[in-house]
């Protein structure tokens, strides 16, 4: 077992215990929101750790940045025990943002080294199953939401004209157009996009897959935005930002809405809109994939 920062390391090639987790155990996703990692390896198995100012050992990246946590490697229980063994009387884990296989194999490392973990679901995120067609999406989501979805694109389309989906990747008009609507936002939501937040989200948005979709109104300007990631099956929705000055015209709902019907179209099977449990996203056809957190003492 080694412990050291380096990003390039070959470790981040070995697979994650769980599938469909996005860019967030990714070395790009990890070196943009962390500060200090520690990244411990062994042949076989990669752990990406921080320890936070009170001495608590956390997965690297943060739970209110990071949407899924999770080790990589088909040697982890033997790599978690080795280095739980070698951690000082006092230590803390509290490992969050794990999916139930990625939550069961540190459980089971922490096992192997004689401590007693305690497991917690803690959060879900918000996975929508894609069909073939579009025309089965919004059979799907039922008579109500369908008709719903249907009235506010043609209301859109009548006060500001075809939504249209304009994507666009790096630090350039459409992540601009994304920090210009988030800072138009009421309470918290406008609060969010300070420059230390501004500064995180466009490093991220010039690594590969990220990007952001956004529809535009007469004036050729963003009337909502969606900063995302995509890779070969998914969809990831990380944040999103629309007009006020619009929000009869529900910009928000008819991008979601456009969203899917791209993803669907581009043949991916899923569409997640990651943490939270907020109603929309179930109205949207999105079902809960819970996830859980890892607590030990020594």
Sequence with gaps: ?????????????????????????????????????????????????????DGTVRMAGRSSLTDYHSPRGCRVPALVAEWWRRQAPGTKLDWDSLPRRAAGVVEEGLTLAGAEPATRRTAVTAVLHLPATYDEYLQMVGKKERHEIRRKARRYSRELGDATIRTEHGAGWGFEEFVRLHRLAAGAKGRFMDDHTEALFRRLVDLPGWRVDLLADQEGKAAACVFGYSDA??????????????????????????????????????????????????????????????SCRK
Excluded: C
């Design 1 to 53: 077992m080694r412990i050291h920062q380096d990003w390039n390391t070959d470790g981040f090639d070995y697979p994650t215990v769980d599938d469909h987790l996005g860019p967030f155990p990714g070395s790009g996703f990890l070196r943009a929101v962390t500060a200090n990692a520690e990244l411990v390896e062994a042949e076989g198995a990669l752990l990406a750790l921080e320890r936070t100012e």
């Design 233 to 294: 099956d998914s969809y990831y929705l990380y944040n999103s930002s629309f007009d006020p000055a619009h929000s009869r015209s529900s910009p928000g709902v008819v991008l979601l809405s456009s969203m899917i019907e791209k993803a669907v179209s581009e043949g991916l099977s899923r569409f997640d809109f990651l943490k939270g449990d907020e109603t929309y996203k179930r109205r949207l056809g999105a079902v809960h994939r819970p996830l859980y957190t890892v």
